[in-house]
């Protein structure tokens, strides 16, 4: 479990450094500030919850249930609310028409982010 956090880990902090340099290079011509905001608030999520992974990864030598639903919420909470992001902030230069109806994707990986701190609170009560 614990190579399979740092692991997913590398992977989104990669991606977000990338799409921040796509972002600061080549976004910063096409989308209004406004797209551009929405575009920086995903990496910066992303960044956040990058980091929260391989801070749970020292938990992950502990095993628990609670350490695995942590790392759940906190993947499929980057992917939902940062994904969301990426594709609102560039729906006009993208015209993917399922993209207007994804509005409420990001709330939902919002709340799997707050259940994902939630989890790695529990999971520090209950370690000694």
């Not at 290079?25 to 500030?33: E, G």
């Not at 939902?108 to 529990?122: E, Q, R």
Request: hydrophobic share 55%; aromatic share 16%.
């Amino acid at each position: 479990m614990n190579r399979r956090i740092i692991l997913t880990a590398s992977f989104f902090g990669a991606v977000a450094v990338m799409f921040g340099a796509f972002g600061a290079h080549s976004l910063k011509n096409v989308l209004s500030p406004d797209q551009l905001a929405i575009w920086t608030k995903g990496i910066e999520y992303q960044f956040y919850h990058t980091f929260a992974l391989l801070f749970l990864s020292t938990f992950a030598r502990f095993r628990t249930k609670l350490v695995d639903i942590s790392y759940f919420c906190f993947t499929l909470g980057i992917v939902l609310f940062s994904g969301s992001l990426y594709l609102l902030a560039t729906r006009e230069i993208t015209h993917l028409g399922f993209v207007n109806i994804i509005g409420p994707v990001t709330p939902l990986g919002g709340l799997l982010l707050i259940a994902g701190w939630a989890m790695l609170f529990f999971a520090a009560l209950k370690n000694r």
